[in-house]
């Protein structure tokens, strides 16, 4: 059960990094008008709830999302 976890959690983030590449799980600042070197969590949590549901092969095609 954990290594099926781990596995769901790792394509996840494998998501969020194709269509967001480095910049992902990162904080825009507006001012500085660059994203933040931390990670966000809560921009973390948000993203990966979100591409949970996405097929690679959708997001791997990002104009159909």
């Known amino acids: 059960m954990f290594e099926n976890l781990r596995k ?7 998501k969020t990094y194709l269509v967001f590449g480095d910049k992902a799980f990162r904080r825009y600042d507006n001012k500085s008008k660059n994203f933040e070197h931390m990670v966000n969590r809560a921009i973390l ?14 997001i791997e095609n990002k104009k159909k999302i």
């Open 45 to 58: 949590d948000f993203i990966l709830i979100g591409f949970e549901c996405y097929s690679i092969e959708k």
């Open 8 to 14: 769901k959690f790792n394509d996840v983030i494998n």
